[in-house]
């Protein structure tokens, strides 16, 4: 399935996605434009299966894309455990008015708890 590429050179998307999902572990739930929620909302999945893989080399996938230890840490800890028993659906978006400067589209993606 072909994925939005943002307008963006695929090093650049690649780096604004790893910034966005470490954000979003770190702090639960982020405001962003709706079409960064959506692609996020596919990498932050893979994320969080890895996380309930638990294994070593799950692990350091995950670290291999996100940006910081810590909150790989939480991930795999913290997280993982809250979805055991949930098969999929681990994030939501939720659209808001546009934004004042361009008029583009808001969203806030969160952790489904």
């Known amino acids: 399935m072909a ?3 943002l307008r963006r050179v695929s090093g650049a998307r690649k780096a604004l996605l790893r910034s966005l999902v470490t ?3 770190q702090y639960g739930r982020i405001t962003t434009t709706e079409s ?9 999945d893979k994320m969080i299966s890895l996380a309930k893989r638990g294994d070593l080399h799950a692990r350091r996938q995950a ?22 028993e949930r098969n999929g659906g681990y994030t939501r978006v939720l659209k808001l008015e546009a934004r ?11 952790l489904v708890d």
């Open 23 to 25: 954000a979003l572990f």
């Open 100 to 110: 004042l400067g361009d008029n583009a589209p808001q969203a806030i993606i969160e």
């Open 36 to 44: 960064k929620a959506k692609e996020l909302r596919h990498v932050a």
């Open 3 to 5: 994925r939005s590429r």
């Open 63 to 84: 670290e291999a894309f996100i940006m910081d230890k810590a909150v790989t840490k939480k991930l795999f800890d913290e997280t993982a455990k809250k979805y055991t």
